[in-house]
């Protein structure tokens, strides 16, 4: 192919996300990865009881390992944020909840409105092996088989994604063992190709919350037995599970370019492909199987892969597999490669742990980021090379240390490879951006006589609002992320590619110092020729920011929402408020309200009203009428009848 053919082939990547061990975010990521940072830790004990299971002695029903990547506060949910009950809140299966959280993040750092989306084709494809949250639920007896269980279905997973932002595009889950969100980002980018999506989003979730799968890695003989992936180790034993959840953004690069979008990187091409009959069993990796596929991925980019800088391996730290990989890579990626820049090979997973299913996303992140900043993190763990990889014959080399990416007087290449014990094999080749692909920064205005912009914020609650200007206000001190942004760069972002909120706050700068003063004082907007739009804004009135920012601008990454999170888990008790309708209302109103709403308006539909007169049962120990519930048609109604429920029961 010539590069007019690749381009138009070409994918960008416009925006991610991730929570994952040590990181809850891209940019904790980068600094944990910079410092080499071991982000795995003992087993916690609201996942299971580890000191019941351990043993260092291989056995029946014995774990091998106490240390796992586990991501910190897995329960937390902003439940009112997506017009959930309490109730729909703690049944919802967590890789769920997060998921949406994660991919509302990548959407904004993206610049991409959710409000404008909806409707659209946009395309949605997660990368997940688990349901734990479902399989122990149902574990617990017959009685916990109920209905609400149908939403904990692995099919939900993106689903629950294109329902929450009304995306119409392609919606699927893929399953092939740890390749999983390798071979969504793949088919995602077929998806854009063929112009079925115009936008998708590529997802890997992992939460590992019983010790089942531990258990039959223990007993194969593949559970690293002190919790580290040792990539390339003689002493590798085995993987640390660990657990994920990352979101990337995609879009084709013509329309991400049209659209001003900011460019992290490009996805020149992909390949997956499955081991066949190379190899004597389906669960052992071939190594005829992966030069296949990295063959292929570079010829889909039109890239030699001679000229490939660095590839984030799969790198679990398998004794079996690791040789394989590193062989199948030399001789690929190898050929023809000078002997003075040798290939840079990595691996994430000797950071947080080997996210199975996710583990590729995790991988495509750091990769990413490696690019973006012009270095290659070490990879930990790797004291003597493995004498089963032949080193002094394949111009491999693994960082002991940060380095940076070599400068050949072109966009740096990396590829991220993924292989599974479904014995599907996936590889991605991205690039950085060209300079042309990178829009300039509008020169920084000067103090005096400077323009005025008015930086719009909103949030779903009063709480949130609070939260988002403090954070505003610590990104645009001197030392804030955004000094490094022009005042107008910033103020556009915020007006154009954030989606507003009932509650707003607006505010007018000619400089980083004006706004943040007013972020943290009184709004300065009176007297100013820009306060009557302000109050339109403040009014929930829709304005045409694009014209009054007289045209086209920059995007910018901005500070994220600031989640009102609490925490939601089976088996937990919430505040009831007070009394049985501040209750009832609590865990099934899913908008807000006074006494004249309608309960249908709110959420509390026939079926919610069935799962009421349940519940009602229990909490009042009164025999309470279906009918007289169903006769019920404002929460003022609603308030009444309980009281009477609630005098019944004295």
């Known amino acids: 192919m010539n590069r007019s053919d690749v381009d138009a082939r070409a994918v960008a990547v416009i925006g991610m996300a991730c929570r994952l061990p040590g990181a809850s975010g891209t940019d904790e990521l980068w600094a944990l990865l910079r410092d080499g940072v071991d982000a795995t830790g003992e087993t916690p004990p609201d996942r299971y009881d580890v000191d019941a299971l351990y043993s260092p002695v291989p056995g029946p029903g014995r774990v091998a390992g106490r240390r796992a990547g586990y991501v910190d506060g897995i329960a937390e949910f902003d439940a009112e944020f997506f017009g959930m009950s309490a109730t729909e809140a703690v049944e919802l299966d967590p890789q769920q909840r997060l998921l949406l959280m994660t991919a509302w993040e990548a959407l904004e750092d993206a610049g991409q409105r959710p409000d404008l989306l909806a409707g659209s084709r946009t395309g949605v494809f997660v990368g997940n092996a688990r349901a734990d949250h479902l399989e122990l639920a149902l574990r617990q007896g017959p009685d916990t088989a109920t209905a609400s269980q149908l939403n904990n279905f692995r099919s939900l997973l993106p689903a629950r994604i ?359 004082g009184s709004p300065g907007v009176d007297g100013r020729p820009l306060s009557a739009v302000a109050h339109r804004y403040r009014r929930g009135e829709d304005v045409d920011w694009e014209k009054l920012f007289g045209g086209s601008g920059r995007f910018v990454p901005l500070p994220t929402y600031p989640w009102q999170t609490e925490r939601y888990w089976p088996g937990e008790r919430h505040d009831d408020g007070g009394d049985l309708a501040s209750w009832v209302l609590r865990e099934h109103a899913r908008t807000g309200f006074d006494d004249a709403s309608s309960l249908t308006d709110i959420g509390i539909d026939s079926l919610a009203k069935l799962r009421i007169v349940v519940e009602l049962t229990k909490r009042s120990s009164q025999d309470v009428d279906p009918e007289e519930l169903g006769r019920l048609r404002t929460v003022g109604e609603l308030r009444r009848w309980t009281r009477s429920l609630e005098a019944a029961a004295r």
């Not at 490009?266 to 390949?271: D, F, L, R």
């Not at 980019?301 to 590839?311: F, L, M, R, S």
């Not at 709480?463 to 107008?488: F, I, N, T």
């Open 162 to 520: 294109s329902h929450a932002f009304d995306f119409r595009g392609p919606s699927v889950v893929v399953d092939t063992a740890c390749s999983s969100s390798l071979v969504a980002v793949h088919q995602a980018v077929q998806s854009l190709r063929a112009r079925e999506s115009p936008l998708a989003l590529a997802a890997g979730v992992n939460l590992k919350l019983r010790p089942d799968e531990d258990l039959v890695m223990s007993q194969a003989g593949a559970m690293s037995a002190d919790g580290r992936s040792r990539f390339g180790d003689a002493g590798a034993d085995g993987h640390a599970p660990s657990d994920a959840v990352a979101v990337v953004v995609l879009k084709r690069l013509a329309d991400a370019l049209a659209d001003g979008d900011r460019i992290r990187a490009v996805v020149q091409g992909s390949a997956v492909g499955n081991d066949g009959h190379t190899s004597d069993s389906v669960l052992n990796p071939s190594l005829q199987g992966q030069i296949e596929v990295l063959r292929w991925a570079y010829e889909d980019a039109g890239i030699d892969p001679a000229d490939v800088d660095y590839v984030e391996a799969h790198g679990s730290g398998s004794p079996a597999l690791d040789p394989l990989e590193l062989t199948a890579l030399g001789r690929v990626l190898g050929a023809g490669r000078p002997a003075d820049r040798p290939l840079l090979v990595g691996s994430v997973k000797t950071n947080i742990g080997h996210a199975e299913a996710a583990g590729g996303m995790a991988g495509l992140v750091k990769a990413v980021l490696c690019l973006e900043h012009g270095q290659v993190p070490a990879s930990l763990h790797l004291s003597t090379p493995n004498p089963e990889v032949a080193w002094d014959e394949l111009p491999l080399v693994v960082p002991g240390t940060l380095v940076d990416l070599p400068d050949r007087g072109r966009p740096a290449v990396a590829g991220v490879s993924g292989q599974g014990s479904s014995a599907l094999n996936a590889h991605v080749v991205i690039r950085r951006p060209d300079p042309v692909e990178t829009p300039v920064e509008t020169p920084a205005e000067p103090a005096a006589g400077a323009a005025p912009y008015l930086l719009l914020l909103s949030a779903r609650g009063p709480g949130a609002l609070e939260a988002l200007a403090r954070s505003y206000a610590a990104y645009l001190a001197p030392d804030g992320a955004g000094a490094a942004h022009s005042v107008r760069d910033i103020c556009f972002s915020a007006a154009t590619r954030r989606q507003h909120h009932t509650h707003r706050l607006a505010v007018v700068g000619s400089s980083h110092e004006e706004l943040a003063a007013a972020l943290t």
